[in-house]
């Protein structure tokens, strides 16, 4: 099975803590910064669609793109209920391809953190970067460097639900600033009893720094870091940093 096939079931009951149209307003907001009115957007890496539906409900026309089939499954399940329409399409973001130009290309929760090497990283960016017309923009979240290896590097995390629990446990490669993550899920079936199985993701902590180079060197302009969900720059023990870069 592929990486977050399995996710796919349980992703949202252990996402409830995430305020997603408060996080669709800002990002609107973001690309509203650069000029840019969010007519037509690319929701990369767009998991079980809880932005893609936010962003379509804002009157944006949105293809979300994920590389998980049963993610993609979970995300049209979703638009199907919320009444919501929008294209899903399986596809690397990394080579992200659109049927015409876009005013935006978004990606939310730790996507970018996802793509672990500076190759995938800029990759993504330069098709981002095709895939968007003159004058519109990329906006992007990651987890901090300090949120990742100092909050979350080599830390054992549990949490128990009525339909499901998990046990997490990392480890960080500080040299490489990777972080592996173990998780094991317990999902209670109809009958009871709890139906195990793992899942293991690898993220990048990112320099902010590393980011913004990258993102000059694949053809972006007028680059700015803020604070999570704010117009202010990054704090020293900011969790989230968000990024906005401009396609000239």
């Known amino acids: 099975m592929r990486s977050y096939d399995a996710l796919a079931e349980v992703y949202d009951l252990f996402a409830d803590d995430f305020d997603h149209p408060r996080w669709a307003d800002y990002y609107c907001a973001l690309l509203a910064r650069a000029g840019v009115a969010a007519r037509r957007v690319v929701d990369a890496g767009c998991g079980t669609g809880l932005m893609t539906v936010e962003l379509a409900r804002g009157g944006a026309r949105v293809i979300g793109v994920d590389a998980s089939e049963e993610m993609l499954r979970a995300a049209a399940a979703r638009l199907r209920r919320e009444g919501v329409q929008a294209v899903l399409v399986r596809q690397d973001m990394c080579r992200l391809e659109v049927p015409h130009s876009v005013d935006a290309v978004i990606c939310a929760c730790d996507g970018v953190n996802c793509l672990v090497t500076e190759a995938r990283v800029r990759a993504f960016f330069r098709a981002a970067h095709a895939a968007i017309r003159p004058g519109g923009a990329l906006a992007f979240d990651i987890s901090s460097r300090y949120k990742l290896e100092t909050l979350m590097g080599d830390a054992f995390f549990g949490e128990e639900r009525d339909e499901a629990a998990y ?17 094991t899920f317990f999902v209670r079936e109809a009958d009871g009893r709890y139906r195990r199985f793992c899942e293991t993701q690898v993220q990048r902590a990112h320099a902010a720094e590393e980011i913004v180079a990258w993102l000059h060197a694949e053809g972006f302009a007028d680059v700015e870091v803020f604070g999570n969900q704010t117009f202010e720059a990054p704090g020293a023990e900011e969790k989230r940093i968000h990024f906005l870069a401009r396609r000239t």
């Open 167 to 183: 046990l997490w446990e990392n480890r960080l490669d500080a040299q490489k600033h990777l972080l592996r993550m173990d998780i």
